[in-house]
């Protein structure tokens, strides 16, 4: 709907009113500010002025203590303010650019006038306290979102507020312009989305509070599910609506959850930077962040090597033509399962009759306390105790027989030649530590009795030895977790194989272990094996989990999260149709869930692609084999190019073409997608010379503008204005469809799909008129 000059002036009269209020609450606390900023200098000049220090008597310090720990609580009170009142500042100065991007009129129940609600990132109340704009998080915004002109209701938490609404218009404002206006009858109208959707890519993940959609905005504010899960389509948001949703539970639950109660498990690094600038847009800081590899590697540190998931991806995309390559195909899948998440439960339970082993307990070369004792002392105990009871039972009489131990061991001739060795400093320390502790037993001669010194000195050195076997202990580091896994591919068989192909995946399997290394199917049972044994390192503080990719986790890999933090709520968001990693198994997580009695599931689909011009989705959705559910937006572009090349030299001089005329037309991002990392290397290194272009890979964990090498298994969740898929004529196994489907999925303007050899497999099936065709 247009709007009229009139309105149109009037806006902008708003707009440079509300900037105005702002920018003068801008400047107010931008001296308030200044005034806590010389407050801190001055304390920190100041802070051993103001403090009495006298140690001479106990009463004196403790009150010495006292007054530093006040000095210190005052200074780090101050420090805090600076800190929010920073943050409101870097706040206002958004408004100051953008102070909102939509208005309601609404006139409520029992009221006689209309009222106007603008929305904005943040709310902000006039010298009056009256609100010029409200938090788009605030329940009176969900209206601008779910809502269609007429009679609305929304919730609080006082109950349900009735009205009707007679206006919804959504706002571009820039640098303090309106730049453009609609009016809508829709929840979020085609004209903003055309606006934003129609610009460049950018380094970072955009916010999306003004064009948040219905079934968005259910995923943002759902607080009533213990796990949500969010199946979307390629560019239908997910991401987007999940990092608003972060925002959301630190608005809502402000009090009582910080960032640092949210954990975000991202499929990489780049993809960590990429959305790092979504929360702080928003003035929230991040949640916290991690990568499932990373956080394997946290929880098994020391013990084994674990193969990347990249590594793997690499394996699965090469000719698999050997035994011990097929073994482990069917392993990768079996090890991902249900079944054998199943299997590794009964193997478990057997472990309380038999089969537990145990690691020596050394000093230095020598057996301290044997795995065969420590073995003997496990099953000594009542078998009726948990594994996780049993284990904190040994580890209390182990640390009592290690204090009798480290009594005899201080009579032996290496403890007495180790203390004839002692420098200066070590001689020194125990000197002190011995006249603090027996002040009134000795006297300052206590080191001239020869008997004295060498039994305080054994001690030492002995302490010192014994110290970090102590720390082994309670780790329960005397727990042999590499051998208890191998036993899972030790005893019997599998009713899931053949007896060879069980023999296989048992080989490669045991043959990696006895390396100390874990394939990165084996990491997850691993540790889940590791946690179920011990069962003490539950995650409480964590209240919310995110995990975006959701698709490619395995049974296995989710069994072991919701074990291992077990009261937070879980939102997993995943897409079918991108299962691209091998224990994915076709994404069948959505349809395995191991929901816990008593906790509530929810699960929203995300039908309608924003990412792409229709021209592609409409290309992309031809790729799968079913895609009827995927919904284009209706942003016009050209067809999806698709060029013939004649060998390797051909395909490296059409690329270069393509980015010269990509870059010429505008083009901020271009990504050249390769099939695996080695294709990518060996692109790169042809190209880095005619073009300035940047290789990314598995430890990159930065993304900037401008050309880009990229294997497609780590462009997921990225976009870019103009995708070339290099060559999609290695793409030729039906295992790797979703691939290439999702390589594809990337591009948000323009998609060139380049090929030698022989034309690929998937695109045979695409009609015609959805794509051009060039030869060269």
């Given at each position: 709907?247009?709007?009229?000059p ?66 210190a ?10 800190g929010?009142?920073?943050?409101q ?32 990132i ?12 409200y938090d ?24 349900v ?21 609609f ?6 109208g ?13 380094n ?62 991202s ?31 946290h ?15 690499e ?7 050997s035994?011990t ?16 998440l ?6 478990i ?8 082993v ?21 099953y ?16 209390e ?26 420098d ?67 005893a ?15 080989k ?5 272990l ?39 986790y395995?049974?296995v ?32 997580f959505f349809?395995?869930q ?13 039908t ?11 290309f992309?959705?031809?790729?799968l ?40 037309t ?9 099939k ?15 073009v ?24 997921k ?26 390589a ?32 060269r």
């Amino acid at each position: 709907m247009s709007i009229s000059p009139q309105d149109w002036h009037k806006e902008q009269d708003r707009v440079n009113h509300v900037v105005q209020q702002v920018g003068k609450k801008k400047i107010s606390m931008e001296k308030h500010l200044t005034n806590i900023k010389s407050d801190i200098v001055e304390i920190r000049k100041s802070f051993w002025d103001d403090v009495r220090v006298n140690v001479d008597e106990p009463h004196e310090l403790i009150e010495t203590f006292t007054t530093i720990k006040q000095q210190a609580e005052f200074l780090s009170e101050r420090e805090r303010s600076h800190g929010h009142g920073y943050g409101q500042i870097v706040k206002l100065e958004r408004l100051m650019q953008s102070p909102y991007f939509g208005r309601i009129d609404v006139r409520f129940e029992d009221e006689k006038e209309t009222a106007p609600i603008y929305l904005g990132i943040a709310s902000f109340l006039d010298q009056e306290d009256q609100f010029l704009i409200y938090d788009w998080r605030a329940p009176i915004s969900s209206l601008y979102y779910d809502s269609l002109p007429g009679q609305v209701e929304y919730f609080t938490p006082n109950g349900v507020v009735k009205g009707s609404m007679s206006l919804k218009r959504q706002f571009i404002i820039k640098e303090s312009t309106i730049k453009g206006m609609f009016d809508t009858g829709l929840a979020i109208g085609d004209e903003l989305l055309q606006e934003v959707l129609g610009q460049h890519s950018d380094n970072h993940m955009k916010t999306i509070v003004a064009t948040i959609q219905k079934e968005q905005n259910k995923i943002i504010r759902d607080v009533d599910s213990h796990i949500l899960l969010v199946q979307g389509a390629a560019g239908s948001g997910k991401t987007s609506a999940a990092l608003q949703r972060v925002a959301y539970l630190l608005y809502k639950y402000r009090e009582t959850i910080q960032a640092e109660h949210i954990l975000l498990f991202s499929p990489n690094t780049l993809f960590n930077h990429y959305i790092s600038s979504v929360l702080p847009e928003l003035g929230e800081k991040n949640m916290q962040q991690t990568t499932y590899q990373d956080f394997l590697h946290h929880k098994v540190s020391g013990e084994v090597t674990i193969e990347t998931p990249f590594a793997q991806m690499e394996f699965s995309l090469s000719e698999v033509d050997s035994a011990t390559n097929r073994a482990r195909v069917l392993g990768i899948q079996y090890k991902s399962s249900l079944p054998f998440l199943e299997e590794l439960d009964q193997y478990i339970n057997s472990l309380i009759k038999d089969g537990f082993v145990f690691s020596d307990i050394l000093l230095g070369e020598k057996v301290l306390i044997s795995s065969s004792y420590i073995k003997e002392l496990f099953y000594s105990i009542d078998s009726t105790s948990s594994i996780p009871n049993r284990i904190q039972m040994v580890k209390e009489h182990l640390l009592k027989k290690l204090k009798r131990l480290a009594k005899r061991e201080m009579n032996e001739k290496w403890v007495e030649e180790e203390t004839q060795y002692l420098d200066k400093a070590d001689y020194l320390e125990a000197y002190q530590k011995l006249q603090r502790k027996n002040k009134k037993q000795y006297s300052e001669q206590s080191f001239n009795d020869l008997a004295s010194e060498q039994k305080f000195l054994s001690k030492l050195v002995v302490r010192t030895h014994f110290k970090p076997i102590r720390q082994q202990i309670n780790a329960l580091n005397f727990i042999d977790y590499n051998n208890i896994y191998r036993g899972v591919f030790k005893a019997g068989s599998s009713n899931s194989f053949s007896v060879d192909e069980w023999e296989g995946i048992c080989k490669f399997t045991l043959e990696a272990l006895k390396q100390e290394e874990l394939f990165f199917e084996d990491a997850a049972p691993y540790l889940y094996v590791k946690e179920r044994i011990t069962g003490i390192y539950k995650n409480t503080s964590v209240r919310h989990i995110f995990i975006d990719e959701a698709q490619d986790y395995s049974a296995v890999q989710l069994a072991t999260l919701y074990m291992l933090f077990p009261h937070s709520r879980f939102t997993l968001l995943g897409d079918f149709n991108q299962a691209i990693f091998p224990q994915s198994v076709n994404g069948t997580f959505f349809k395995e869930q191991l929901v816990e009695d008593g906790k509530s599931k929810k699960s929203i689909t995300l039908t309608k692609s924003y990412r792409s011009t229709k021209q592609i989705v409409d290309f992309t959705k031809a790729l799968l084999e079913e895609s009827n559910h995927i919904e284009p937006f209706n942003r016009m572009g050209s067809l999806p190019l698709i060029v013939a090349g004649e060998g390797d030299e051909d395909l490296l001089q059409l690329t270069v073409d393509r980015i010269k005329r990509e870059k010429e037309t505008g083009s901020e991002s271009v990504a050249i997608i390769c099939k695996t990392a080695t294709e990518s290397e060996n692109v790169y290194e042809a190209l880095k010379e005619k073009v300035d272009l940047k290789l990314i890979k598995g430890e990159t964990s930065t993304f900037e503008k401008g050309v880009v090498v990229v294997p497609s298994y780590l462009a997921k969740g990225i976009e870019f204005d103009s995708v070339i898929i290099y060559d999609a004529s290695v793409y030729r196994r039906e295992s790797e469809r979703k691939l290439f489907y999702t390589a594809c999925t990337r591009a948000m303007h323009k998609l060139f799909i380049q090929y030698s050899k022989e034309v690929n497999p998937f695109l045979k099936s695409v009609p015609k008129e959805l794509y051009e065709k060039a030869d060269r």
